[in-house]
């Protein structure tokens, strides 16, 4: 464990020299030289887009770059935003896969439990090197995916937006071993667009825009501000302003029961009334999915459900759930409305109303496509999103559910869509946003709900919405 | 280089890969293979009797290939299409022999038997998949099995023409033979029955919403069932209308072909017929195209045996080296929640 | 019990273990081949490889062992090239295997034409005769080797690993695909030994459909047995349990005719798969080209 000699402090411990990447119609890193010291906590921030990622995975060695080299001093070990663990092997098979101590030709079973074990008391985290990482929490896991890198005594940790699906008090105890590992001599980077965390935790920041290093910032000497701006290139785009509406039930539910385990509903009661965004808070994890799935007809329910017949749903992965990727614009147009009458002759399928309404969309949105019969997996996550977002939002629905709708899109394509919720809202829709993104909820919502396993454990309106309190209800904690 | 690429990679180079392949097969069985192509065409297209029957083997590849086309637009393999184009067979052959009425009208009848039939036996692995989650691959495969075994009980029992050696039923009554296309061949109107069974398909999968819900299921299910797809109702359909498609094309070869049914109905057309699909692209009016090119492999391969001693099974050979270099596309998405296989 | 009631239960069981040796091969190879992410509707096909080389060979050499040794090595590469058609071309997984079934069948019908010049069935070679318990008892031997590989060495807990997360595999510094190559090669090895089994072990001929639907009945057997070597031994065990019950019944029961009671293997299989009810899960990654 001990056997690599530490790095003097600020000895450079990463080197990026003109790095390049391109993808057919983007470049993703366009020449960004960057130097990672021993003993840093280096933050890497950009828009999603920016390239962060791709400059992330470069330096692990995941992805060729088309120019440029990386230097190391040591390991590097990254840290993936979407964990890349065995959900059915034990945390200990984990984090020793492909590097199994053996006893003959067998798995030296126990020295692999003791070197997990020992490994997680070293680094202060607590975890059972028996457990089924399936059947862990999404922060518990995130230990095993810390380990398995830690392993491997890296001189260099990269980190990719390692707080997203993290509780507050989840995200402290993560920092604290990050700044511990950093004390011991480990260089560190983590990608992130969470700027608070950025000003607490870490020493440098480096800015990403269209895949260039745009600004560099001594942590010490700058703020969220002035970050935010470098990240968009200028001022923050407007979100649209909420008018007065008046409220009538359009849908509730009553003692809603569904789902099993870690993320069964636990008898919800609420209503979204019309002309007003009812925000579910909460950490990842809590039943939200299992909420939106019983709303959408997915999975089966007890209890009561008012769903207005005219409901739209913006499903929260766009490319699975939302569209057919292989689809044109117009056919996409369709999808979720193919019973409508407005969308259909009899038993055809209405055409002509179809690229009608697609022409609506893309000039509403302002989406960018060469015309609207390629497919839409071709275009950006942006305008895919708005794509998905704008037909939920035909003809005037009486309800909407939205299950994080700014997820991974640019803060131009956010602003866009968050303001056209606001204007349905305004013109009398009820609407019902699901995100994990605090921000967003406390910048839409008329009123808040804090969702934990799987139960509403708090309800905040108008000026009693506090951000401390909903934080620590979404953390677990009574108030 | 990837226009070329995907060119190659798609039903062009499969045809190219299969030319190759049977003169391989020619050299191989010592034969030239100018000889052997020579018999092969000669044999499925050097006459008019030859194009009569190269017609006739185009129909029976075309109907199970249409039914698979539907189900694999759906997101569903079906290979059970040789055991629904049985039993399709068998409920013409069943009930013309015993039941049929003898006017102009037991014809649709039959046919009427045979789509029943073959829609029931896909909508077994259909019920199976969406009530259980039971895999159709497995269950389409099984069934092909038990249909052989109804299938042969029958007609070596209790529908066995009492004068009959093999096992076959009695013949139909001529009144409800399919109408002959060209005179003193076998070639019935069946063929016709085909396109228009194609032209349909074509029609239901790209205007109607039913079409619609039927692409959404196949090329994004969790997109489908989240945007207002009943899937176990769909997936339901699906294998049901597929099954019925090929039992149709079974009672389109008793009814026109055979005149009776015996348990040689099909020498594989269900399986050759996954082939046949996945040439034409899963297009409907493609799959009538690459019908028309297995109905001369299968016309050709036979003379070609007689003429030229090229066993006709390098046909098959053939057919399954084309699938395995048409398997490199995708014709079915993943799916989220795939019934265990 | 009557002897001849007891006599009928040993020839019942002894019938079992015989009819459930080619079935346990293959569903070896399929569990195999799906822990490792890969599915494979190959197996009948390796089977009928696996059956007819080892006529050809027994034939040619006079040693069944040698015919045993080439219809596995036949059956290794048809797997192969369905694990590098899956691996290399990320190919449908399914329509390659279904090209694989129509490549084996219709090769051995034209081989056996070309070569004999007798389609329909070969003529009569050497084949293991009383030996083939040997084969019967290798048979639990590999599923008791395939449990010790799977759950006690690294290579197993990284075949299993890569049909659930093949990413994870990756970024551990090892190679998915190569894993899954060997699996499905492994797979197609064990399914050929099936098939061997099936044509020089049961009786000394290979004819055409002698596989009968075997390999796909194992893939059933694989699901029914949960993708554990053990539980599809035992599933194996459970089909071949009808298949030897229709053998015995067919003097015994008048009312129930041969023909109708061919189909009982298929229609068990057809229950055991649906009776699961969603309380199975196959490896995430199972099917999915990485």
């Known amino acids: 464990m001990e056997a690599r000699e530490p790095l003097a402090p600020d000895a450079p411990a990463l080197e990026l020299r003109g790095i ?3 993808y057919p119609g983007v470049v993703a890193v366009g020449g960004v030289d960057l130097d990672l010291r021993a003993g840093e906590i280096h933050a890497l921030v950009g828009e999603n887009g920016a390239g962060k990622s791709t400059l992330a995975n470069v330096a692990f060695g995941a992805i060729k770059p088309d120019a440029g080299t990386v230097r190391a001093a040591g390991t590097v070990g990254l840290v993936h935003q979407h964990f890349q663990l065995v959900g059915r092997l034990s945390v200990w ?45 999404i922060g518990v896991q995130q230990r095993v995916e810390l380990l398995r890198e830690l392993e491997r005594e890296p001189a260099v940790l990269l980190l990719d937006e390692p707080t997203a699906a993290l509780a507050p008090a989840e995200i402290d105890s993560f920092f604290k071993t990050i700044t511990q590992l950093a004390a011991r001599g480990t260089a560190i980077m983590i990608v992130t667009h969470k700027l608070h965390e950025v000003l607490a935790y870490s020493s440098r920041v480096s800015v990403m825009r269209h895949g260039k290093i745009v600004a560099r910032f001594e942590t010490a000497s700058t703020s969220v501000d002035e970050i935010a701006r470098a990240m968009v290139g200028g001022e923050l785009p407007q979100v649209a302003q909420r008018s007065e509406t008046a409220p009538a039930p359009r849908f509730s539910v009553r003692n809603l029961r569904a789902g099993t385990g870690s993320v069964a509903l636990n008898g919800l009661n609420f209503e979204v009334r019309a002309g007003e965004i009812v925000g579910i808070a909460g950490v990842e994890g809590n039943g939200q999915t299992t909420l939106a799935d019983a709303i959408a007809g997915v999975i089966p329910f007890e209890g009561e459900m008012q769903r207005p017949p005219h409901t739209g749903i913006i499903p929260q992965d766009r490319h699975r759930e939302g569209l057919v990727l292989n689809w044109s614009i117009v056919d996409n147009t369709v999808l979720g409305r193919q019973r409508l009458p407005s969308a259909r002759r009899g038993i055809l399928v209405d055409r002509r109303s179809a690229r009608a309404d697609a022409e609506a969309i893309a000039q509403r949105f302002d989406v960018r496509a060469a015309s609207l019969d390629v497919a839409a997996g071709t275009l950006s996550g942006g305008n895919q999103q708005k794509i998905v977002v704008g037909r939920s939002l035909l003809g005037d629905p009486e309800f909407v559910l939205a299950y994080q709708p700014t997820r991974g899109i ?32 406390l910048a839409l919502a008329d009123r808040v709900l804090v969702m934990y396993r799987g139960a509403i454990a708090g ?3 108008g000026a009693n919405i506090d951000r401390g309190r909903i934080g620590n209800l979404m953390a677990g904690s009574s108030v | 280089m990837s226009y070329l690429k995907r060119t190659l990679g798609g039903p062009a180079g499969a045809i190219l890969l299969a030319f190759f392949l049977a003169a391989v097969a020619m050299l191989v069985a010592g034969v030239s293979p100018l000889d052997g192509f020579e018999a092969l065409f000669i044999g499925s297209l050097g006459g008019r009797n030859q194009i009569a029957e190269t017609l006739v083997q185009t129909t029976a590849l075309l109907f199970p290939a249409l039914g698979i086309t539907l189900a694999f637009r759906a997101g569903l393999f079906n290979i059970g299409a040789e055991g629904q184009l049985v039993i399709g ?28 039939g073959g829609g029931i036996w896909g909508g077994i692995a259909g019920w199976l998949r969406a009530q259980f989650n039971a895999n159709e691959i497995i269950s389409t495969l099984m069934l092909n099995f038990v249909a052989l075994a109804v299938a042969n009980y029958l007609v070596s029992g209790p529908l066995k023409a009492s004068n009959a050696s093999g096992a076959e039923t009695t013949p139909l009554p001529a009144s409800s033979y399919l109408p002959t296309l060209i005179p003193d061949t076998r070639l019935s ?30 090329e994004a299910p969790d997109a489908a069932r989240r945007n207002g797809v009943n899937m176990p109702r769909m997936t339901l359909l699906a294998l049901t209308l597929s099954g019925a498609i090929a039992g149709l094309g079974g009672a389109t070869i008793v009814t026109g072909v055979l005149h009776r049914f015996n348990t040689q109905l099909s020498p594989g057309y269900g399986y050759t017929a996954i082939a046949v699909a996945l040439v034409g ?36 050979v053939i057919e399954g080296l084309i699938i395995l270099v048409l398997a490199a596309r995708r014709y079915v998405a993943t799916r989220a929640e795939a019934a265990p296989i | 019990m009557s002897s001849a009631g007891g006599a009928l239960i040993v020839t019942l069981l002894t019938l079992t273990l015989i009819k459930s040796t080619p079935i346990i091969y293959a569903a070896l190879g399929g569990v195999i081949s799906e822990r490792s992410g890969v599915v494979n509707i190959g197996l009948e096909g390796m089977m009928i490889g696996g059956a007819f080389t080892a006529v050809l060979f027994s034939g040619m050499t006079g040693s069944p062992v040698i015919g045993i040794i080439a219809g596995i090595a036949a059956g290794a590469l048809l797997g192969f090239i369905l694990g590098f058609a899956a691996t290399v071309f990320k190919v449908d997984q399914i329509v390659a295997g279904t090209g694989i079934n129509l490549v084996a069948a219709g090769g051995a019908a034209y081989a056996l034409t070309l070569i004999y010049n007798q389609p329909g069935a070969s003529p009569q070679v050497s084949a293991l005769g009383n030996n083939f318990w040997i084969l019967v008892a290798i048979a639990f031997a ?36 190569r894993l899954r190559l060997y699996a499905v090669i492994l797979s197609g090895a064990l399914a050929g030994l099936g098939g061997a089994f099936l044509s020089i072990g049961e009786v000394n001929i290979y004819s055409d459909g002698m596989t009968a639907g075997r390999g796909f009945i194992a893939l059933a057997a694989v699901i029914f047995g949960r993708w554990t070597p053990w539980g599809a031994t035992g599933a194996a065990i459970f089909f071949g349990f009808f298949e030897a019950l229709q053998y015995v019944l067919q003097g015994h029961i008048s009312w129930l005719p041969a023909d109708a009671m061919q189909a009982l293997p298929y229609v068990a299989a057809l229950f055991a798969i649906a009776g699961l009810v969603g309380k199975v899960r196959a490896p995430a990654a199972d099917g999915i080209p990485y």
């Open chain 1, 20 to 22: 390049q990447k391109a």
């Open chain 1, 93 to 137: 098979q984990n984090v020793m896969l492909g590097r199994e101590p053996r006893r003959g030709w067998r798995i030296d079973a126990r020295a692999g439990r003791e070197r997990v074990r020992a490994l997680a008391r070293d680094n202060g985290l607590e975890i059972d090197p028996d457990a089924f990482v399936d059947e862990l929490p």
């Open chain 1, 410 to 441: 640019d803060v131009g394509a956010a602003a866009l869509v968050q303001s056209r919720l606001i204007e349905a809202r305004n013109a009398g829709a009820a609407i019902l946003l699901i995100s994990f993104e605090l921000d967003e909820i």
């Open chain 1, 459 to 461: 309800e905040f309106s």
């Open chain 2, 89 to 116: 067979g068998l409920a013409a052959g069943a009930l013309g022999a015993h039941f049929a009425p003898a006017t102009p009208l037991a014809i649709f009848v039959l046919l009427a038997a045979g789509f029943v």
């Open chain 2, 189 to 218: 109107i069946a063929i016709v029955i085909a396109i228009g069974a194609a032209i349909v398909l074509r029609w239901l999968l790209k205007r109607t919403v039913f079409g619609y819900e039927l692409r959404a299921s196949g």
């Open chain 2, 281 to 316: 692209d899963l297009n409907p009016l493609w799959v009538c195209v690459a019908a028309f090119g297995f109905g001369i492999l299968e016309a050709g391969g036979l003379a070609m045996q007689a003429l030229a001693d090229v066993p006709k099974d390098a046909i098959h």
């Open chain 3, 142 to 177: 590999c599923a008791a080797l395939l449990h010790g590989v799977l759950y006690f060495t690294p290579w197993g807990l990284r075949v299993r690993a890569c049909g659930e997360n093949p990413r994870a595999v990756h970024d551990a510094g090892l190679h998915p695909l």
